[in-house]
């Protein structure tokens, strides 16, 4: 069985968000309210919506705002494409994307192992084969 490479980062680096800026917001004036570039690229949220909590077994309180929350998915690629894009300045350049729908979906509060809020289906499935 394969396992897991390291987790990474996903956040932007402060030279990434300086070149977002750039890209967005050339021209800047003192009467400008900062640009704000997200910490995440788009893309990197799931929202859980009260019927797929359920299905998760995510009931009673929920869990606090900032709490990490380790989860495990498997998805089904949807699209994977490359294309060859030409810039203004006449370089090329490949584009890659690959799009996934998550299709199972485990949960696990990292913060307090011990509060169970989000359901051991795991165990029940195993449970009810055995």
């Known amino acids: ?6 987790m ?14 750039a890209k967005n917001m050339p021209i800047a004036s003192a009467d400008m309210p900062k640009p704000m ?7 990197l ?29 498997m998805a089904r690629v949807t ?3 490359m294309n060859e894009r030409e810039g203004a300045d006449g370089t ?11 299709t199972h979906l485990g949960l696990e509060n990292e913060d307090e192992e011990s509060r169970n809020w989000y359901g051991d289906t795991m165990n029940a499935e195993k449970d009810e084969a055995a």
Do not use: W
Request: glycine fraction near 8%.
């Open 92 to 102: 090329k350049e490949t584009c890659c994307r690959v799009e996934l729908q998550i």
């Open 1 to 6: 069985m394969a396992r897991f490479g390291a």
């Open 8 to 21: 990474t980062d996903m956040a932007r680096t402060p030279q990434e968000v300086k070149e977002e800026l």
């Open 45 to 73: 949220c799931i929202s859980l919506d009260e019927e797929t909590m359920d299905k998760l077994g995510i009931d009673g309180d929920l869990p606090e705002v900032g709490e990490m929350i380790h989860f495990c998915a």
């Open 79 to 81: 699209s994977a494409s």
């Open 37 to 43: 570039v997200p910490t995440y690229p788009y893309g």
